[in-house]
Nanobody, 126 residues
Framework: QVQLVESGGGLVQAGGSLRLSCAAS????????MGWFRQAPGKERDVVAV????????YYADFVKGRFTISRDNAKKTVYLQMNSLEPEDTAVYYC???????????????????WGQGTQVTVSS
């Protein structure tokens, strides 16, 4: 079983950048596909970006519009989300998650992810 801890959230002005990190422990990190999700108050949890085990394939939600980049360092057991050109609509709690099932491509479905971090708050002011 893997434990996930996010960091890097905070308050930023519109147009600014943040880099989120998610450190894993207890488990073989390279055997999990990883994803970033977000949940705004009163809304469902939505996918932001996902990446396969080796880091060669990534998928992004349409609203990312080329602003965010997901990456991973398996040696450091960490997955990152670089967020640029942030907008007030990006305000949410951001979660990282791990999918232990081997799939052809990384899944974007929330219910497919087995392990979740506690989340980190991102607030973008206008």
């Amino acid at each position: 079983q893997v434990q996930l801890v996010e960091s890097g959230g905070g308050l930023v002005q519109a147009g600014g950048s943040l880099r989120l990190s998610c450190a894993a422990s207890g488990g073989t990190f390279s055997s999990y596909a990883m994803g970033w999700f977000r949940q705004a108050p009163g809304k469902e949890r939505d996918v932001v970006a996902v990446i396969n085990r080796g880091g060669s394939t990534a998928y992004y939600a349409d609203f990312v519009k080329g602003r965010f980049t997901i990456s991973r360092d398996n040696a450091k057991k960490t997955v990152y989300l670089q967020m640029n050109s942030l907008e007030p609509e990006d305000t949410a709690v951001y979660y990282c998650a791990a999918d232990r099932l081997l799939r052809g491509i990384p899944t974007t479905e929330v219910h497919d992810y087995d392990y979740w971090g506690q989340g980190t708050q991102v607030t973008v002011s206008s």
